[in-house]
T-cell receptor, first 113, second 113 residues
Framework: NAGVTQTPKFRVLKTGQSMTLLCAQD?????MYWYRQDPGMGLRLIHY???????AKGEVPDGYNVSRLKKQNFLLGLESAAPSQTSVYFC????????????FGEGSRLTVL | QQQVKQSPQSLIVQKGGISIINCAYE??????FPWYQQFPGKGPALLIA?????SEKKEGRFTISFNKSAKQFSLHIMDSQPGDSATYFC????????????FGKGTRLHILP
């Protein structure tokens, strides 16, 4: 019972490099989310998706892009990484709009040098 | 603009004591208030949630108290145990009228053995 799986778990980038974080869920959830967690800042919503082929901006979308080509996958991309994007990224999925329990992955720790 | 304000940032409680974490919100459109618990190296997990039509919800040692007029809600952990040591996040959403769940900044709770 995998739930929500994030890859990679750790990554170190140099400023200006690009990368993609992959989130996969096996619960057939419609809703998927990307959050970033920083010390003292809590969880901030980057982008989210309400279904296959849809994406929407959250609180802190700048510098990130997302795609939801398949229902089970939600990709978070950084086109030109900056040190300010050093963070722990969490993917979550939910079966219901707004009031559904969020099921989180274990996080991806990204360091941008 | 922080929509959910959480306090304290950190909390130390003796084993067997009561841990209290407070949250306040501004948007009266919020009508679903979950609490998430996060252990080190793991993603957050839903602990307990409340809607504003009730003033209190209890699940085991965990209780949410809700004050709609004051736009405040709090988490009480009775008989706190070392295993409760974790980071706790309050959150809010507009229920099924919105896709987003907004989190507070978190409280790091440490229970002394």
């Amino acid at each position: 019972n995998a739930g929500v799986t994030q890859t990679p778990k750790f990554r170190v980038l140099k400023t200006g490099q690009s990368m993609t974080l992959l989130c996969a869920q096996d619960m057939n959830h419609e809703y998927m989310y990307w959050y970033r967690q920083d010390p003292g800042m809590g969880l901030r919503l980057i982008h989210y998706s309400v279904g296959e082929g849809t994406t929407a901006k959250g609180e802190v979308p700048d510098g990130y892009n997302v795609s939801r080509l398949k229902k089970q996958n939600f990709l978070l991309g950084l086109e030109s990484a900056a040190p300010s994007q050093t963070s722990v990224y969490f993917c979550a999925s939910s079966y219901r709009r707004g009031t559904g329990e969020l099921f989180f992955g274990e996080g991806s720790r990204l360091t941008v040098l | 603009q922080q929509q959910v304000k959480q306090s304290p940032q950190s909390l130390i409680v003796q084993k067997g004591g009561i841990s209290i974490i407070n949250c306040a919100y501004e948007n009266t459109a919020f009508d679903y208030f979950p609490w998430y618990q996060q252990f080190p190296g793991k993603g957050p997990a839903l602990l307990i949630a409340i809607r504003p039509d009730v003033s209190e919800k209890k699940e085991g040692r965990f209780t949410i108290s809700f004050n709609k007029s004051a736009k405040q809600f709090s988490l009480h952990i009775m008989d706190s145990q070392p295993g409760d040591s974790a980071t706790y996040f309050c959150a809010a959403s507009k229920g099924n009228r919105d896709d987003k769940i907004i989190f507070g900044k978190g409280t790091r709770l440490h229970i002394l053995p």
